[in-house]
């Protein structure tokens, strides 16, 4: 039997294998939301445009501080830049531009007006309560890199230059294959002896789409040798990557990894972590697959660990490593491991520390821990773990979009 691949072995192994990225389109901003920007966007003017006034107020000299001056004109935003007369202030409101002459603005608040004559403070400070033009964007400074995912204020910066469109990368197209008799869809009527409801397939649809992946959904395929074979022939043909659920491991009835041998190559399989040991990584013809665990926390942690980093990846998605946190452990574990284990755990604080406490039932069959945890804490292999001991946890909202 092959030795089992270490996690980031096998995530070095899955990146060095993202050779393209997929072919750019141009998008409108309201198109554009959670598409990754396929060039760097740079600024093409000076945000703002001109000093402008951050309150509603007065613009004035700051040299004329203590002395009573009459307003000479209004200044609201949109307004022509003007020149401020000698000897007099101007009325001005937030976002007008400064006049020409004047160096500081006072609030409102902050000014006493008897019959259109305004008495100014004492101490008033050059340049107080201006924007200064080109303080946000400087035209020609870079806005926002190449394989950003745009979010919505990523989209308002782009707007803020008048740009209207932006290019892309188009987005993949993921076969999601699901495996098992025993499977039966939701709203299908009353389970059968034997049945179960296939809970992989709506999960992996959600992930796939906050990863902005298009979704091929082949529904569930018969476990025979034959459908197995028509069914990831039929996925290599419509789709960028197949992912499948089950049909992976050593039983009888996983006949997806030697169907993808048949068709392609399993470039690697197996790996050193809990839930998650079944993965499997290979190519149906030149379509590379990712061959999930068919246990639903499996499926969930190694999506995340492996098969995320690896379509962030094939997106042009520049993508950071997982977060991850110190917290102390709400728990034991007695016997070193022989596999990197991710618990299902809550995080909560105490006495400002951060503790994690594991769901009851850690089974990799078991989606309700997921749904119950906010976190997933790493036990490292051959370590035993002591109550109160520091550990490395990654919030579960950290690693999805």
Same mark, same amino acid.
């Given at each position: 039997?092959?030795p089992?691949?270490?996690?980031?072995?096998?995530?070095?192994?899955?990146?060095?294998?993202?050779?393209?990225?997929?072919e750019?389109?141009?998008?409108?901003?309201?198109?554009?939301?959670d598409?990754?920007?396929?060039?760097?966007q740079?600024?093409?003017i000076?945000?703002?445009?001109?000093?402008?006034?951050?309150?509603?107020?007065?613009?004035?000299?700051?040299r004329d501080?203590?002395?009573?001056?009459? =307003?000479?004109?209004?200044?609201?935003?949109?307004?022509?830049?003007s020149?401020?007369r000698?000897?007099?202030?101007?009325?001005?409101?937030?976002?007008?531009?400064?006049?020409?002459?004047a160096?500081?603005?006072?609030?409102?608040?902050?000014?006493?007006? =008897?019959?259109? =004559?305004?008495?100014?403070?004492?101490?008033?400070?050059?340049?107080?309560?201006?924007?200064?033009?080109?303080?946000?964007?400087?035209?020609?400074?870079?806005?926002?890199?190449?394989?950003?995912?745009l979010?919505?204020?990523?989209?308002?910066?782009?707007?803020?230059?008048?740009?209207?469109?932006?290019?892309?990368? !188009?987005?993949?197209?993921?076969?999601?294959l699901?495996t098992?008799?025993?499977?039966?869809?939701?709203?299908?009527?009353?389970?059968?002896?034997?049945?179960i409801?296939?809970?992989?397939r709506?999960?992996l649809?959600?992930?796939?789409?906050?990863?902005g992946?298009?979704?091929?959904?082949?529904?569930?395929v018969?476990?025979?040798?034959?459908?197995?074979?028509?069914?990831?022939?039929?996925?290599a043909?419509?789709?960028?990557v197949?992912?499948?659920?089950?049909?992976?491991?050593v039983?009888?009835a996983?006949?997806?990894?030697d169907?993808?041998?048949?068709?392609?190559?399993?470039?690697?399989?197996?790996?050193?972590?809990?839930?998650?040991?079944?993965?499997?990584?290979?190519?149906?013809a030149?379509?590379?697959?990712?061959?999930?665990?068919g246990?639903?926390?499996?499926?969930?942690?190694?999506?995340?660990?492996?098969?995320?980093?690896?379509?962030?990846?094939?997106?042009?998605?520049?993508?950071?490593?997982?977060?991850t946190?110190?917290?102390?452990?709400?728990?034991? =574990?007695?016997s070193?491991?022989?596999? !990197?284990?991710?618990?299902?755990v809550?995080?909560?604080?105490?006495d400002?520390?951060?503790?994690?406490?594991?769901?009851?039932n850690?089974?990799?069959?078991?989606?309700?821990?997921?749904?119950a945890s906010n976190?997933?804490?790493?036990?490292?292999?051959?370590?035993?773990?002591?109550?109160?001991?520091?550990?490395?946890?990654?919030?579960?909202?950290?690693?999805?979009?």
């Open positions: 039997m092959t089992l691949l270490p996690l980031s072995e096998a995530l070095e192994q899955l990146l060095a294998r993202v050779a393209t990225c997929p750019v389109e141009q998008v409108s901003l309201q198109a554009a939301l598409r990754i920007l396929a060039e760097d740079h600024a093409v000076d945000v703002p445009p001109a000093d402008n006034s951050a309150m509603d107020g007065y613009a004035l000299r700051a501080a203590g002395r009573k001056l009459p =307003v000479s004109e209004r200044v609201a935003a949109g307004d022509a830049a020149t401020l000698e000897d007099s202030v101007a009325r001005i409101f937030t976002g007008g531009e400064i006049p020409a002459g160096d500081a603005v006072v609030m409102q608040e902050d000014m006493g007006l =008897v019959d259109g =004559v305004a008495e100014l403070p004492g101490e008033i400070r050059a340049g107080q309560h201006i924007r200064r033009k080109g303080q946000d964007c400087r035209a020609g400074s870079r806005l926002l890199p190449s394989g950003r995912r979010r919505p204020q990523d989209i308002g910066l782009l707007a803020s230059q008048g740009i209207a469109q932006v290019p892309v990368f !188009q987005k993949l197209t993921v076969a999601l699901s098992g008799n025993e499977l039966r869809e939701p709203g299908s009527g009353a389970l059968p002896p034997g049945a409801f296939n809970s992989n709506p999960m649809v959600g992930l796939l789409s906050t990863l992946c298009g979704v091929l959904d082949l529904g569930i018969r476990d025979t040798p034959e459908a197995t074979r028509e069914a990831l022939l039929d996925a043909a419509r789709a960028d197949i992912v499948s659920s089950g049909g992976v491991s039983g009888e996983d006949h997806v990894r169907a993808v041998r048949a068709l392609g190559e399993i470039d690697l399989w197996r790996i050193a972590i809990k839930p998650g040991k079944p993965f499997a990584f290979g190519h149906v030149a379509t590379p697959f990712i061959g999930l665990p246990n639903p926390s499996s499926a969930f942690v190694t999506f995340l660990l492996l098969a995320r980093p690896y379509l962030c990846a094939l997106q042009g998605r520049r993508e950071a490593p997982p977060i946190l110190r917290a102390r452990a709400d728990f034991t =574990v007695a070193p491991g022989s596999r !990197q284990e991710y618990l299902r809550s995080l909560s604080e105490r400002s520390e951060l503790w994690a406490a594991p769901y009851a850690q089974s990799s069959g078991v989606l309700s821990s997921l749904s976190a997933l804490a790493v036990v490292p292999v051959g370590e035993t773990i002591e109550n109160g001991q520091w550990l490395q946890v990654m919030r579960l909202d950290d690693m999805l979009p």
